[in-house]
């Protein structure tokens, strides 16, 4: 299974933008990117996913290095609330399960 | 509806019990999932159900009996467990099983084995 590499914390000022960065240097052509994250005493929550191409929606945006071999997750401007564990997930052509890592803590500063 | 309910929220148990967990959902989803969570680490998938079907185990101990009677819900029968096996024990469901498929979460429920 390809495997991902995180930071194991971050922190950031609320209301600036936040770049999370996820290694991926063994993904293969039909991997997807995943990002789910974690708030305290709460069950995991999908953020983001894709291919290829960045990737917007109304949490995030996903950026994708050219050579898949990287991504960075961004929040555009973080809240409080987006304090959480943040993983970072490559979904296997070769099964359907999903195989999180230790994930970024973020911390958000008021 | 957009949300995976899951009951209790909290349960303590001796080894010599036997107790279910129960998950629902009602977004019309194919595929449901069992996570195991320890405290401080990531989930790790348990059981894989594709329209109601068990298509993954991940190689857990038979004490942990996993059940989909229709395809809105899931339950986890628990029968001799150990005191390691205390955790946050996640459901998730999404619309297939696919690489393209985002999963839903329920909030979990907090098992201690005593």
């Known amino acids: 299974d390809a495997k991902t590499t995180q930071p194991n914390s971050m922190e950031s000022n609320e209301e600036e933008p936040v770049h999370l960065p996820c290694n991926h240097s063994t993904i293969s052509g039909t991997d997807y990117i995943h990002w789910y994250r974690q708030l305290p005493s709460q069950g995991p929550e999908y953020v983001i996913h894709g291919l290829t191409s960045n990737v917007n929606n109304r949490m995030a945006s996903l950026a994708i290095a050219e050579d898949r071999k990287s991504s960075t997750l961004i929040l555009h401007r973080a809240t409080l609330r987006d304090a959480a564990v943040y993983y970072c997930i490559l979904r296997d052509n070769s099964n359907n399960d999903m195989r999180f890592g230790a994930g970024t803590r973020l911390t958000v500063k008021p | 509806d957009t949300e995976v309910t899951q009951t209790p929220k909290h349960l303590v148990m001796g080894m010599t019990n036997k107790k279910s967990l129960k998950c629902e959902q009602h977004m019309g989803h194919r595929a449901m999932y069992w996570y195991k969570q320890k405290a401080k680490k990531p989930p790790e998938l348990m059981f894989v159900y594709s329209y109601e079907k068990l298509s993954i185990n991940e190689s857990v101990p038979s004490r942990f009996s996993p059940e989909c009677p229709n395809s809105s819900l899931l339950n986890l029968h628990l029968h001799a467990l150990q005191p390691e096996d205390s955790a946050l024990y996640l459901c998730?469901?999404?619309?297939?099983?696919?690489?393209?498929?985002?999963?839903?979460f329920g909030p979990g429920t907090r098992l201690t084995v005593l």
């Open positions: 998730a469901s999404s619309q297939e099983t696919g690489l393209n498929n985002e999963q839903f």
